[in-house]
């Protein structure tokens, strides 16, 4: 081999190794913690992720809409743009004593707000502090400052809703 190739050869080695560390995740990035809020959707506690929120509201003024789903309370306005609101705690399951006060909008393909009764804390917690959903628990377990607490998934939920709305359209139709 003349001394040439050999030189060659070891820049394209150094080519391959820096452009290699461009398609990997940095460690520090890989290993960041999720941002998180703490909330309250009737008597129960849980968690959102924040890069799943466009925007947290207190005091929006909701305006009314009949509509074939309870959950929906209504529509409010955001930065120019309407959105349906769902009280979450009906979209859990859960009793509802007063209305909600909190809304959070979904990041999302469409207009979304979910509406809530207590904004707690945001905190941040580390991939090892979450436990995936099983077949103990239908849902993600986030353990924070406050306790553990449910992990809600808002672009399921959408879809959860987009699907009750379009069977309810459907069967209103029918």
Do not use: K
């Not at 353990?143 to 069977?167: K, N, T």
Request: charged share 20%.
């Amino acid at each position: 081999m003349r001394p040439g190739a050999a030189a060659g050869q070891a820049l394209d080695a150094l080519r391959r190794q820096f452009d290699d560390g461009f398609a990997q995740a940095p460690a520090a990035l890989a290993a960041a913690p999720l941002a998180l809020l703490a909330i309250r959707a009737g008597d129960c506690a849980y968690a959102l992720r924040l890069a799943q929120i466009a925007g947290l509201h207190a005091d929006r003024h909701i305006t009314a809409l009949p509509g074939a789903l309870p959950a929906l309370l209504g529509v409010s306005g955001f930065r120019g743009q309407v959105a349906p609101v769902y009280d979450l705690a009906a979209l859990l399951g859960h009793e509802r004593a007063a209305a909600p006060r909190w809304l959070v909008l979904v990041r999302g393909p469409q207009p979304l707000a979910l509406a809530f009764d207590a904004f707690e804390n945001h905190f941040t917690a580390a991939a090892e502090q979450i436990m995936p959903a099983g077949a103990a628990r239908p849902w993600a377990t986030v353990e924070g400052e406050l306790g553990a607490r449910p992990l809600i998934e808002l672009p399921a939920l959408f879809d959860d809703i987009r699907r009750q709305a379009d069977l309810a359209s459907r069967q209103r139709s029918a």
